[in-house]
């Protein structure tokens, strides 16, 4: 199989087209992978056929940021609301998804990345949780780029299932309730031990969270382009990371001079 990563635990051979600063890559990176519907109406197309170009998209993506030493990147996939679109579009996507899991595995998992996912993937077909739970199983001990793919993924429906946990744990005696706080809290997120996304990019144009990742966005610098997922290439990742190379993050503080 042909090997696209530049190899397995270094970015020694990488050429830095975009003149990004190799040595402040954010650790965690979170894209909204939104836009494939607008791709496909733009060629006349069904939309199916933007969501197959859109996990299509992903590939070249997870490539980077592994070359370039991302530790984690999270991709929104699917939604806790995207249910209510119609029963072949959510089928067509679950389907694309997992073929892209089965197609990917090997090329992943020789490249060093684990397989995570966040959400509440019990709601989801069993074959998709099963694909789900094997790769994450047979990649957990990898050492390199930590993909969360985003499935069934609501930020209200995490903290309310991060409520639910914590409580039981009070309830048990396992943590006392004055002893809680916001770390506390983190620990039950499906996040639980991965920084906060530094950077959140969103294609396609819109400018909102759509119920991603609410508690840990806290301090996360927002990215948007007009560019639709099934577009978005290695030069834009390029260009979001260059962009937050150059912000100020004072995170409450007043700017060092
Ligand atoms: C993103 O593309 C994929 C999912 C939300 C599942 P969309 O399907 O939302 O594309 P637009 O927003 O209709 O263009
Ligand atoms: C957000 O996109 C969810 C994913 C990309 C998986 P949506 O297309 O569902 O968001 P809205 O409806 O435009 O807010
Ligand atoms: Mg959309």
Redesign the pocket.
């Given at each position: 199989m042909l090997n696209f990563f530049s190899s397995k635990k270094s970015n020694q051979n990488y050429t830095n087209e975009g003149n990004i600063d190799l040595k402040n890559i954010p650790k965690h990176i979170a894209i909204?992978?939104?836009?494939?519907?607008?791709?496909?109406?733009e060629r006349r197309l069904p939309?199916t056929m933007?969501?197959k170009a859109?996990v299509e998209a992903i590939r070249e993506i997870v490539k980077e940021c592994s070359n370039i030493g991302v530790k984690y990147l999270t991709l929104?996939?699917?939604?806790t609301e995207?249910w209510v679109?119609p029963k072949d579009?959510v089928s067509a996507?679950m389907s694309l998804l997992m073929e892209y899991l089965k197609k990917e595995f090997r090329e992943l998992d020789s490249n060093n990345v684990v397989i995570n996912h966040i959400g509440d993937i019990s709601k989801l077909p069993q074959v998709c949780q099963q694909e789900l739970i094997n790769a994450y199983e047979n990649t957990k001990h990898n050492t390199g780029l930590v993909l969360n793919l985003a499935l069934n993924y609501g930020g209200r429906d995490e903290l309310v299932r991060a409520f639910k946990l914590m409580h039981e744990d009070i309830i048990k005696g396992k943590i006392n309730e004055n002893d809680i706080n916001d770390n506390t809290l983190s620990n039950y997120l499906d996040t639980k031990g991965m920084p906060d996304p530094d950077i959140i990019i969103r294609p396609?144009g819109?400018q909102r969270l759509s119920n991603f990742l609410l508690w840990q966005c806290a301090y996360s610098e927002f990215w948007y382009s007009n560019i639709?997922?099934p577009d978005f290439k290695k030069e834009n990742l390029h260009k979001a990371i260059y962009d937050y190379q150059n912000r100020d993050r004072r995170f409450g503080g007043v700017k060092q001079s």
């Open positions: 909204i992978m939104d836009g494939n519907g607008r791709w496909a109406k939309r933007g969501h859109g929104y996939a699917f939604s995207n679109r579009e996507l396609s819109e639709k997922w």
